[in-house]
């Protein structure tokens, strides 16, 4: 399974977030998020971001 990460925390790669509840179901919702840059507040407590769909661009890579 892949790590949960909590609202706040920087962006580890650039692309689209799925929303978990708080007991680690689906909600059907993302966000996107760029590297680096902090995931956006979460609508209830407990809830965290997932990578559902990268970037594919290659922006941001180092060389």
Request: glycine residues 20%.
């Amino acid at each position: 399974m892949t790590k949960r990460l909590p609202p706040g925390t920087p962006a580890p790669a650039s692309g689209q977030y799925g929303l978990i509840g708080p007991r680690g179901g689906n909600t059907g919702q993302e966000r996107t998020a760029t590297r680096g840059e902090p995931l956006p507040p979460t609508p209830k407590p407990g809830m965290g971001y997932v990578m559902n769909d990268p970037t594919k661009n290659g922006s941001g890579r180092s060389k």
